[in-house]
Every structure is written in C-alpha cells, then in structure tokens.
C-alpha cells in the first residue's frame, strides 16, 4: 500500500520532470545529503518487506490443529491414561515426528527463500551536494538524481532527463526480450510496457548511459508491487485442503462410532472402565495413525527423486499438487523460448533470401564496438570475414535510430549503415535486388510493408544499407550518410525451445491444458503459441483483461489459452479466475512480474535462473528452464499421490471393516472379541507393515490423468470394502463358536491371526487397480507387510503371545482360518475391480 505522504505517482512518465518536481518537492539539480536522509526517514527504505515467517510455535500449533492431529493425540492421552502407556506414547511419538519434520521442511524452504531475494543492485550513484556519488541502493529516495550506465541495475522507477545510447533489458519485468530504447521526452501512453522515458527497477542497463529522477522506491515502484506478493499470507494448497477434509470425515466417524460403542455397552450393564478402554482402542483401531508419517515419508522421497529429475522442492505438499494439476500457465521469454534472440533470416530488397545484409551486419556489427543483443545475434547467426578494418564510426544515435562505420576490406572502403528502417530507408536511393535498381516511393512502401508482415509474424527487422566510399578517410557526417545503396533486412526473433513443443503435447497427453500468460506484444504471443502447438486463435491483452469483472473473466479465461502484454496484477487476476471453476493451476515464471502469479497459483514453479523474487515465490525451482522437467515432475507428483491413496485406501478397508467387526461383536458377545491391548497391538503391526508403501511402484495408468483427492470415491472404496472385510469377519466367528465351540482366549487369539492375515495380505490386492500379479509390489512393502505378518503369526506360539492373552490355535482351526482368508482375498480382488470399474 502506498505511503499517504506520496502524491499518486502510477503513471509518472506521462508528467513533465518539472511537474514531477513539484510535486515530489525537489529540484532537478539532486538533493542535499541533509534532505536526502529527511526523506529516507519520511518514506522509508528503497527495499522490500521480507516474506512474513511463522515462529516455530505458531507453525506447529497450525499442524496440531489439524482434525487428525488432535485425533491422534486425544487418543494418545487417553491411552497413556487408561494404563495403556506404551500403546499411547507410539502413537503421540508418530505425531511429534510428522509434525517435526514439516516444520522443519518448511523452516528449510522460507530460509532459501529469504537469501534468494538477490535481484536489485546493491550500489547506486545519486546526485547528492551538487556532485554524484556512490550509495546504498536502499538508501535511494523520492527526488534523487540518478545516473545509470551500461551493467547496472536500475535501483528505482525513474523518469529519464537526458540519455546517450541508452537501452535497458527489462524482460524480468515486462516479458519483451528485446532492449528497449529509453530517452528523454514525453509519453502519453498509460501502459508501462511502452513508456519509453522511464526506467523501472529490477531492469538492467544495456548500453549507453541515462540521468534519471527517481519516484518511486521500495514497494512503491513496479518491481516493489510484485515483490510484495511475497508478504501476503498464502492460502492452503489442494493437498492440505483434502487432507483436511478426510481428517474431518475419520473425526467424525470415530467420534460417532465411540459414543454409540461405549453407550450400547454401559446400557447393556457392562464394565463402564472396560466399555471405556475397549471405546478407546476402537478409537484408535479406527485413526490412521501412521498418515501424517506415511504422508511426509513419501513426499520427502518423492522430492529426493524429483531432485535427480532437476527439480528443488521447497514446499512438500506442492509435490501433491504439481501431480493434481489441470492448467499450467507459463510465461513465454525463457520458459517457451531461449530469451536468446536469434537472426531469423537475411532478406535483399525485393524480398528473398540473401546472404550480404547479414554478413554487412555482422561487419559492422563487430567492428562497430556497440556489441548490443543484436549485434550478438548477428554475430552467432553470420559470422564476420576476415580482412575488413575500422577506418571511422558514428556511433548508433538513438535520435537518428541508427549508426554508420567506414570499413576497408576486400571490396574496398565501404560505408555500412543500419539501424531503424523508416530511418534507413529515406537515405537509400538505389536498391539491390539482382542488381542494383532505382529506390523509389513504390520500394520504399513495398519494404515498409514487408515490414509490417514481419512484425505480424512476430520477427523484429533492421535495414542494412551501404554505398562505396570514394574519399579520403575522415569523419562520417549526415551529408555522407546519402545516396545510399539499400541492401535489404535482417530479422530476429526469440526462438521456441526445440524441446517445448514435444513437451506442451506431453502435458496435453497428460490432461494439462497449457496457457501462455505473458508481457509480451499479443503479435509474438500468438506467434510462439501457434509454433509450440497452443490454440491461440483468440489472444487477450492486458486492455482486454482490466474490462472483465472477475466473473466474466472466469467464464473467458476457459477458452482462451494465450495472453499478451499483461501486467503483474493480471496474471494473477487469470490464475484466479481458472482457480475459481474449480481447475488445479501450475505457473511457471522467471522475472519479477510473475511472482503474484507463482503466489496465488495452487503451485509455483520458477527456474534456477530467476529472479530472486520469482524464486522467492514459488513452490518449487527447476534446475533447467524446459517443460520437459515439469513434465517429469507432474509424473513425480503423480506417483507420490499414489502411494499416499494406497495407505488411505488400505485403511477405509482394513480399518473401519475390523472396527465395524469389532463394535457388533462387542455389543453382541458375552465377553470382549479382542482386548484393548490386542487392538493396539493389532494396529502397530499394521502400520508398520505399511511402512514401505511411499518405496512402493505404480502403474502407469495411475500417473496418466491429473490426481485428486475423491472423497466420495473414498467412502464409496470403504462403504463396500470395509463391510466386505466384516463379512469374513462374521463368518470367522460364526466358524469359532459353531464349530469349534472356542473359548474367550482361543476366540481372541483365532481372530487376531484371520483379522492381521487379512489385513496385511490385502495390501497386495489394493494397491494396484489392475491384477496384483501384473505389477510387481516393490522389495520394501514386501519385506515390511511379512516381516509384521510373520511376528503376528508366530507370536501366539511364544511366551508373550501369552502374556497378552494368545494361546496357540489348533491345526483344524488354523487350516479354516487359512481358507478364509484365501476366501477373502479372491473376494476382495473381485469386488475391487467392480468397484474401480464403478468410481
């Protein structure tokens, strides 16, 4: 928010130095140090507020608080204060864990966030008492005098006074990847993409030199309104959105489940102590327990893995979310393109392909000592001949637009002009176009036309003249640079990345829809989204976006997958109108003007060479700026939801069907069917069979589609699994006491094998759709799942199996446990399919 001192400033370039002045209360000779230290006081330092951080108090009371985090602990005390201290100290034990690890995880990422905001100069020169000097750039202040030369950093948002050859890059904060020429004069437009007499902050100095007076600083300039992004509380993601939300269905579920176990039982006249303590290990029978752990295991190794697929996972939850992504937004310069610009091609008069232009370009190019981008661009795409030497130079003029050197070489002394082709083109006579042919008012249109063309296929031209020179050597003058010989254009773009278009139908195969979010002209963006395979049919512009209310930008921005000249704002305002009908939206960006993008995305995505800021921002950094690298990370992202789903859906099976099994037989048997320490022990070994699912594989149809917490599908999973897993239960005791007429001891010893069996074994039946045999489980889960069955099997057999309440069953009631559980398994395989086939 602006500070209420400052007059409203927005669009300064369209106001004159003096008006600007007056209103800033200054004088365009600079400042005196006394003043300068009165303003730093009045409108605060040239920086921006840091990111706000959570002490680690607040962020682990933010995780408590959490429905299944207070579950788990309830239950844990509740344990402990029942006499069940070892059940209830593994269980907040889990908890302190999970909790520890996140906090840690996210102290980790804010911290990197924080050393990454590098992206402004450190060092400025201010006019201060009459003379320029060197000063801290936050030190900078409304109404300094500011000289800016080649390499530097721009430290404020400036109006230009006078500049010489002066050209920023401000592609981190505009999306154009071409210089853009700055120079004193007045400017009408409101948009600051085409204010060519001022200077914003963050943009870095090409050539030449500026004066400027400073106006805007710290969070008041146009890099300060992005960064502040930064400091906005950020919303939860997807992940801990569903996350939630299953916490609140489990909560609700024990709590009713408790309450009408314990409440049928003291009715029934039974032990309140014993229904208490029996309530209570249901309870936590019925927690996922080990979700938290399971959850942070597996998406810490899925962030250890995306790391080998050069990918810097900040935020863990954000891994979920790359994977549910349903629209990636992304800016075009240095995510769709090199932003290196390149020649395109080398044109005579008339048109067609030829090699001279380019090669006089380079030429004078080389010689010329400008060495600006396209100069580089020349350079790589024609190399200059040997053998040709300066003899003199009149250095580009951005005034005239365009610049001349007097050469010798093999074709003599020549002069070779280019720059600005309406500047070019009234200076040629002749033009050569198979021979040299006269340069009349026709050529002259038909070039201006060619020119346009050009520009609407999205290539920037510069027109390349000469004529031989006949004179002694001496300094160029204007009436030497006449009679000139047009010898046609160069043309340059900012090439797609040859990877990106394979990568955008990668995603699309993937259920990605791509949209091109960007500062950049409309022209170029429909240019670059038709080579890299976007339907960019219709393009909307910054002007377009400022007209749709908010909900009629939500309708538009479905339809419409390519955006152009674009401020910070607008970006944002799209990612949130995709957010508002209900799509999962990526962004990936790399300058200043996308990090309120990265910010209100669901996950951010920036590059290794980013802007400090855009990496600030966003959830995770690629280590090469290709899609190619998002696109493995969706897969990543993918696979680690789906191990997550596996232990959610082993648990709304196993879980609620021995729950469920438990709280009927506990209403309907004289005595307990297994004891509270049992259960307990019961659920340990099942958690830590589970152990090993975030190692686990996953099939490939499970990666192919964007993935989503599916609540209904969830209870749909546990509403026929769970009563399918009590099904066999009842038959397991219908078994037990009409058959073999079993005791309390025989009765709680026989279930506990049939109900770990069961448990256990169908891990290898759920987490897969398809045939369990077809996809082979990974070592890990394998060694864990019979590791924990082996110990629950032989455990009646021991001394402490006893000391639990087990007794070693007998064979004919073991081989009938057996078949049941063979049973069970078969059925399960069977209803699973039908119920994939129905979700």
Not at 549 to 570: C, F, I, K, M, N
Request: glycine content about 8%; aromatic content about 6%.
């Amino acid at each position: 928010m602006a500070d209420a001192r400052l007059p409203d400033l927005k669009v300064f370039w369209t106001r004159t130095p003096e008006a600007l002045c007056g209103l800033l209360q200054c004088g365009l000779d600079g400042l005196s140090t006394a003043d300068a230290q009165d303003r730093l006081e009045r409108y605060g330092p040239n920086t921006d507020a840091p990111p706000r951080r959570a002490g680690p108090v607040r962020a682990v009371t933010r995780r408590l608080f959490e429905p299944l985090s207070l579950i788990l602990l309830a239950a844990g005390v509740v344990s402990v204060a029942t006499g069940d201290a070892g059940g209830g100290s593994i269980i907040v034990a889990i908890l302190v864990l999970s909790i520890g690890l996140d906090t840690v995880q996210e102290g980790y990422a804010l911290k990197a966030a924080e050393e990454l905001r590098r992206s402004v100069a450190l060092r400025a020169e201010a006019r201060r008492d009459g003379r320029f000097v060197d000063v801290d750039v936050a030190a900078i202040v409304p109404g300094d005098i500011l000289r800016v030369r080649a390499g530097d950093i721009v430290p404020a948002d400036a109006l230009v006074l006078s500049a010489s050859g002066f050209t920023a890059d401000e592609a981190a904060l505009t999306g154009e990847p071409y210089p853009v020429e700055k120079r004193a004069g007045p400017a009408e437009t409101p948009d600051a993409a085409e204010a060519t007499n001022a200077l914003f902050r963050g943009a870095v100095a090409q050539t030449g030199e500026a004066i400027a007076l400073a106006v805007g600083t710290g969070r008041l300039t146009l890099f300060g309104a992005a960064a502040a992004a930064l400091a906005e509380a950020r919303g939860p993601s997807p992940f801990q959105r569903d996350l939630h939300a299953f916490g609140l269905v489990v909560a609700r579920l024990t709590l009713a489940l408790v309450v009408i176990v314990l409440a049928v039982r003291v009715l029934a006249g039974r032990p309140a102590l014993d229904s208490l303590m029996f309530a209570v290990a249901l309870a936590v029978g019925l927690t996922p327990e080990l979700l938290p752990m399971i959850t942070t295991v597996t998406l810490s190794r899925g962030a250890i893995r995306m790391a080998r697929r050069k990918v810097i996972v900040k935020r863990l939850a954000a891994i979920h979310d790359l994977g549910a992504m349903t629209v990636l937004c992304t800016d075009k310069t240095g995510t769709l393109t090199s932003a290196e610009i390149a020649l395109a091609g080398s044109l005579d008069a008339a048109g067609r392909p030829s090699a001279r232009p380019a090669r006089l370009g380079a030429i004078a190019g080389r010689l010329g000592g400008d060495r600006g981008a396209l100069d580089l661009a020349l350079a790589r795409g024609a190399p200059a001949e040997d053998g040709w030497t300066e003899t003199a130079r009149r250095a580009f003029d951005f005034s005239r637009r365009l610049g001349s050197i007097l050469t010798s070489g093999p074709e003599g002394a020549v002069l070779i002009v280019k720059g600005a082709a309406e500047a070019v083109l009234p200076l040629c006579t002749t033009q050569r176009a198979q021979g040299v042919l006269p340069m009349d008012e026709a050529a002259r249109a038909a070039a201006a036309e060619r020119i346009r063309a050009l520009a609407a296929a999205g290539q920037r031209a510069i027109a390349i003249a000469s004529r031989p020179w006949t004179t002694p050597p001496g300094e160029i003058g204007d009436e030497d640079e006449a009679d000139l010989v047009f010898e046609g254009l160069c043309t340059f773009v900012d090439p797609p990345k040859p990877t990106a278009a394979g990568a955008i139908a990668r995603l699309a195969a993937a259920g990605i829809t791509l949209k091109i979010l960007s500062g950049d002209d409309p022209v170029i963006v429909r240019r670059i989204a038709g080579l890299v395979g976007i339907d960019a049919e219709d393009v909307l512009s910054g002007p377009d976006i400022e007209a749709f209310s908010d909900e009629a930008l939500a309708v538009r921005a479905q339809a419409v997958h390519a955006y152009g000249r674009l401020a910070p704002d607008q970006k944002s305002r799209i990612v949130k109108a995709l957010r508002a009908r209900g799509a999962v939206v990526g962004f990936l960006g790399d300058g200043i003007n996308d990090s309120p993008a990265l910010k209100v995305a669901d996950v951010g995505l920036s590059v290794e060479g980013a802007t400090g800021v855009a990496q600030a921002a966003a959830d995770m950094i690629l280590l090469a700026p290709d899609l190619e690298v998002v696109a493995d990370g969706v897969e990543e992202g993918r696979r680690t939801f789906a191990n997550i789903l596996k232990y959610v859906r082993m648990g709304a099976s196993s879980n609620l069907g021995n729950m469920l099994s438990m709280a009927v037989a506990s209403m309907t048997l004289p005595f307990l069917p297994m004891l509270p320490t049992q259960i307990l022990l019961n659920n340990l070994l099942y958690d830590f069979s589970e152990i090993g699912i975030p190692f686990d594989t996953v099939r490939p149809e499970a990666v192919a589609r964007p993935q989503v917490w599916d609540m209904r599908g969830l209870l749909r999973f546990a509403a026929v699994m769970g009563p399918l897993s009590s099904l066999f239960d009842f038959l397991t005791f219908g078994a037990l006491l009409f058959l073999f007429h079993a005791g309390e001891t025989a009765f709680r010893t026989a279930w506990f094998l049939e109900s770990m069996a069961t448990q256990i074994l169908v891990i290898f039946i759920i987490r897969t759709n398809g045939r369990p045999w077809r996809t082979r489980p990974q070592s890990a889960l394998v060694a864990s799942s019979l590791l924990a069955l082996a110990v629950a099997m032989v455990l009646p057999l021991t001394p402490a199996g006893r000391w639990v309440g087990f007794q070693p069953p007998s064979p004919a009631m073991a081989a009938v446990l057996s078949g049941l559980v063979v049973a069970y398994l078969l059925a399960a395989e069977l209803v699973k399919r039908w119920v994939v086939a129905r979700s």
